[in-house]
């Protein structure tokens, strides 16, 4: 059985900045407020009708293309990671054949709805496929585009004020190199609490989870239970993402340790062993948090939400690309990613790069 390589990376980051000076304008904010509280000190925002997740993710790609040395049509199968497709159906998976164009060869396109685990989640996919023989060239990419779908006014600061847009992207191929490549992967998830970070509408059911309900949890007492939007999804900006930030922070950095640790032990390796620990950029307090946790130096910790935000998805990709191009992975190194998000979901994985 083969292992797993990564064997081309790429990022697309847009060109407008948004400071947090910035956001003062459209919110009451501050930059201390935001730095103090997530680490950010700006992010980087698509100009509307400039690009979409796709066209990011597709001149993302392009650069993972060229550094595997292969062409477009070499890839054999596309998995997608995104929770801002650029439509509601179909998948971005398709749209992102569509602008490499290899729409010829027919390829199968995935696309994966795990936030920001999805680049983990699409990792294990994919290497599953890969150490099998089924796929020689697979392109995973995660892309998001929020400032898109974000209230950016003082009622939706909380949400706001932490994204930024973006695309990274992976090539992935078999290597028979001993010791080289995905050692382990690992994903989990818990819907218990699955409300406390959400885009509850649009959906398909149009009401809301209630575990006092008597029909599987949801309120059927909607005025429309099967459509898209209402009047009163926009009247009462119900379409915007929900999260309850201490909750999420709580649990986050509970999983982060639990699933870096299990991905190590597994491997059969400790903290000491690793070079670079990559991480979701979520927030920067969560990251220095299991930093310490886990007993890491700073050198064994990547971090560039200052720079991008929380670009969900596409936050692995980007970050493992910018520590490359910095020089920060070297052949041989010890490498785990880790995420955590929204479900809740959240996944590691040990490279031997």
């Known amino acids: ?155 939706g600061r909380g949400i706001s004020v932490l994204f930024g847009d973006g695309a990274g992207a992976v090539i992935l191929q078999a290597t028979e190199e001993e010791g080289k490549g995905i050692l382990v992967t690992h994903i989990h998830s818990d819907g218990s609490q699955a409300e406390i970070l959400s885009a509850k509408n649009p959906g398909m059911h149009g009401g809301y989870y209630d575990e006092e309900a008597s029909e599987g949890g949801y309120d059927t007492n909607s005025d429309h239970p099967f459509v898209l939007v209402t009047e009163k999804m926009l009247n009462e900006s119900l379409i915007y993402p929900f999260m309850e930030g201490q909750a999420v922070f709580k649990t986050a950095v509970k999983k982060f340790p639990e699933v870096i640790r299990k991905a190590l032990a597994t491997s059969g390796y400790d903290t000491k062993d690793v070079n670079l620990v990559i991480p979701h950029q979520a927030n920067l307090r969560i990251s220095q948090f299991v930093q310490k946790i886990l007993r890491l130096r700073d050198d064994q910790m990547f971090n560039n939400i200052q720079k991008y935000g929380n670009t969900t998805a596409a936050s692995i990709p980007i970050a493992l690309t910018e520590a490359i191009e910095q020089g920060k992975v070297k052949d041989g190194d010890l490498l785990v990613i880790a995420a955590f998000g929204s479900g809740f979901t959240w996944g590691s994985a040990v490279i031997r790069w």
């Open 1 to 155: 059985m083969y292992k797993t390589k990564i064997a081309g990376v790429g990022k697309f980051i847009p060109e407008k900045v948004v400071t947090n000076k910035d956001l003062e304008q459209y919110m009451e904010t501050s930059d201390q407020w935001i730095r103090e509280r997530t680490g950010i000190e700006e992010r980087h925002w698509l100009k509307r009708g400039e690009d979409t997740s796709s066209t990011m993710a597709a001149k993302a790609a392009k650069d993972a293309i060229k550094m595997a040395g292969i062409e477009p049509e070499d890839v054999d199968f596309i998995i997608f990671a995104t929770l801002s497709p650029d439509y509601f159906f179909p998948g971005n998976g398709v749209m992102l054949q569509r602008h490499l164009g290899i729409t010829k060869t027919e390829i199968p396109a995935l696309d994966i709805r795990n936030q920001c685990s999805g680049f983990v989640y699409g990792l294990e996919v994919a290497d599953q496929f890969i150490k099998t023989g089924k796929y020689k060239n697979i392109l995973l990419v995660g892309a998001e585009y929020h400032s898109g779908g974000m209230d950016i006014s003082t009622r």
